[in-house]
């Protein structure tokens, strides 16, 4: 049984993007090196990172932390899981700020890890990604877009590419200099060519929206 690694070489990345994809490697020496993302090789709970972001969805980072700040401490602890939610009723939960559609998800994420539908930090390093989707996208809330920043911010999966992301596509736009953003499948095909290092190619066309874009605030990435 294969062994996926968490995190990857950006330097040999950066290399390969550059020679496969000349408009690509042109604004990647524009915007220089992006480093890896610390969480990479940081333990985590799947379970608690999928009940965070169904609390954080839709919503300011302050008015989510505030309200996720809100259940810690009506269950007594920071860790959100089937036992620790039981500590609460959905009327406690609405009384912390956390809407009806919110609540029956993180009921159902319960429901699942007691079952033993969800797979831990172990089981996940012998899976391959779209095992992954798939186990997870049946939870209430949980779109393929949360498992996708999942594998790449947390698990650090290398080949990785959002293509219903709002900022990948005007990123992919961008380097194509097209007068509109590529389809979903359009870009799945575009992005053939940087495999195995899609992910890191991702956090480039990130970048190069930003640039971009003549908004003074970022490009907001899609939420699913």
Same mark, same amino acid.
């Given at each position: 049984?294969?062994?996926?690694?968490r995190?990857?070489?950006t330097?040999a990345? %950066?290399d390969y993007?550059? *020679?496969?994809d000349?408009r690509l490697?042109?604004?990647m !020496?524009?915007i220089? &090196?992006?480093?890896p993302?610390?969480?990479?090789?940081? !333990?985590?709970? #799947?379970?608690?990172?999928?009940? *965070?972001a169904i609390?954080?969805q839709?919503?300011?980072?302050?008015?989510?932390?505030?309200i996720?700040?809100?259940?810690e401490q009506?269950?007594g602890s920071?860790?959100? +899981?089937? $036992?620790?939610?039981?500590?609460i009723d959905?009327?406690g939960?609405?009384a912390?700020? @956390?809407s009806g559609?919110?609540?029956?998800a993180?009921? $159902?994420l319960?429901? %699942?890890?007691?079952?033993g539908?969800? &797979?831990?930090?172990?089981r996940m390093?012998?899976? +391959?990604d $779209?095992?992954?989707?798939a186990?997870?996208v #049946?939870? %209430?809330?949980?779109?393929?877009?949360t @498992?996708?920043?999942?594998l790449m911010f *947390?698990?650090?999966r #290398?080949d990785v590419l959002?293509v219903d992301?709002?900022?990948? *596509?005007?990123?992919?736009?961008? @380097? $194509?200099?097209?007068?509109?953003?590529p389809?979903p499948k359009?870009?799945?095909?575009?992005?053939?060519?940087?495999? &195995?290092?899609r992910?890191y190619a991702?956090l480039?066309?990130?970048?190069i929206?930003?640039?971009a874009?003549a908004?003074?605030?970022p490009? #907001?990435r899609?939420?699913?």
């Amino acid at each position: 049984m294969p062994r996926y690694s968490r995190g990857f070489d950006t330097e040999a990345a %950066r290399d390969y993007l550059a *020679r496969k994809d000349r408009r690509l490697g042109a604004w990647m !020496r524009r915007i220089g &090196p992006i480093e890896p993302d610390p969480r990479w090789r940081a !333990r985590f709970d #799947p379970v608690d990172a999928l009940a *965070r972001a169904i609390l954080y969805q839709q919503l300011s980072g302050k008015a989510a932390a505030t309200i996720t700040g809100r259940v810690e401490q009506a269950i007594g602890s920071k860790r959100l +899981h089937f $036992d620790t939610l039981a500590r609460i009723d959905d009327a406690g939960l609405r009384a912390c700020g @956390v809407s009806g559609n919110k609540t029956l998800a993180l009921r $159902d994420l319960a429901r %699942r890890e007691e079952a033993g539908e969800i &797979p831990d930090l172990r089981r996940m390093s012998t899976m +391959h990604d $779209d095992e992954i989707v798939a186990a997870l996208v #049946p939870i %209430r809330g949980i779109g393929r877009w949360t @498992v996708e920043m999942m594998l790449m911010f *947390r698990l650090g999966r #290398p080949d990785v590419l959002p293509v219903d992301d709002l900022g990948i *596509r005007k990123g992919a736009q961008a @380097v $194509d200099k097209a007068g509109a953003m590529p389809t979903p499948k359009a870009l799945a095909a575009r992005g053939e060519r940087w495999g &195995p290092y899609r992910t890191y190619a991702s956090l480039y066309l990130w970048r190069i929206a930003d640039q971009a874009t003549a908004a003074k605030t970022p490009t #907001p990435r899609s939420q699913g």
